[in-house]
T-cell receptor, first 116, second 116 residues
Framework: QQQVKQSPQSLIVQKGGISIINCAYE??????FPWYQQFPGKGPALLIA?????SEKKEGRFTISFNKSAKQFSLHIMDSQPGDSATYFC???????????????FGQGTRLTINP | EAGVVQSPRYKIIEKKQPVAFWCNPI?????LYWYRQNLGQGPELLIR????????DSQLPKDRFSAERLKGVDSTLKIQPAELGDSAVYLC??????????????FGPGTRLTVL
């Protein structure tokens, strides 16, 4: 129940296209859903995050869509650029003060390649 | 402002040898996390500190792993003895308000450990 399932494992998109990465979770105690971007040799860096009381959040070319009833959320990268090539991780967090909570649970990651 | 600092960046050791990793979190961040990231996977929490107290070490293999955070600032993660399966990237992260559902964790670049 603590798992976050992410797909696809890898994705190739042409420059200017839309990249879409999907995640699903089971634990309804999760109340914060961040996306992290990781370049080779670097640690993950927060890209954008959403709470379950909204269905969409947009920051520049990056949008999170959130479907609470389906327990799914996705990252959309509009006008994808070669510089967006990286590994993307979705994650989920529960702020409840119970055992097993208050830690980020990461998906398996998606390696995104944007072809010029 | 300096980010999370980790050293060494790379470490190659023979199995059964000890190894230690060091982390200096962002100034003012009272919460520190150690994660392990296996190749092609998302990070998994090993231990979380609030100040100098380890508040979640449920995923730390205590037979061979130990950690400390003296004075509530820097932290050291140790493995003794190392096994082949310990080869991974060890990430340190820090945050300011861990109980907030919107708190951001900032990651260091990690230490890539190879056990031969």
């Amino acid at each position: 129940q603590q798992q976050v399932k992410q797909s696809p494992q890898s994705l190739i998109v042409q420059k200017g296209g839309i990249s879409i990465i999907n995640c699903a979770y089971e634990n309804t105690a999760f109340d914060y859903f961040p996306w992290y971007q990781q370049f080779p040799g670097k640690g993950p860096a927060l890209l954008i995050a959403i709470r379950p009381d909204v269905s969409e959040k947009k920051e520049g070319r990056f949008t999170i869509s959130f479907n609470k009833s389906a327990k799914q959320f996705s990252l959309h990268i509009m006008d994808s650029q070669p510089g967006d090539s990286a590994t993307y991780f979705c994650a989920a967090f529960s702020s409840r003060r119970i055992q097993g909570a208050q830690k980020l649970v990461f998906g398996q990651g998606t390696r995104l390649t944007i072809n010029p | 402002e300096a980010g999370v600092v980790q050293s060494p960046r790379y470490k190659i050791i023979e199995k059964k040898q000890p190894v230690a990793f060091w982390c200096n979190p962002i100034s003012g961040h009272n919460t520190l996390y150690w994660y392990r990231q296996n190749l092609g996977q998302g990070p998994e929490l090993l231990i979380r500190y609030e100040n100098e107290e380890a508040v979640d070490d449920s995923q730390l293999p205590k037979d061979r792993f130990s950690a400390e955070r003296l004075k509530g600032v820097d932290s050291t993660l140790k493995i003794q003895p190392a096994e082949l399966g310990d080869s991974a990237v060890y990430l340190c992260a820090s945050s300011f308000r861990p109980r907030s559902s919107t708190d951001t964790q900032y990651f260091g670049p990690g230490t890539r450990l190879t056990v031969l």
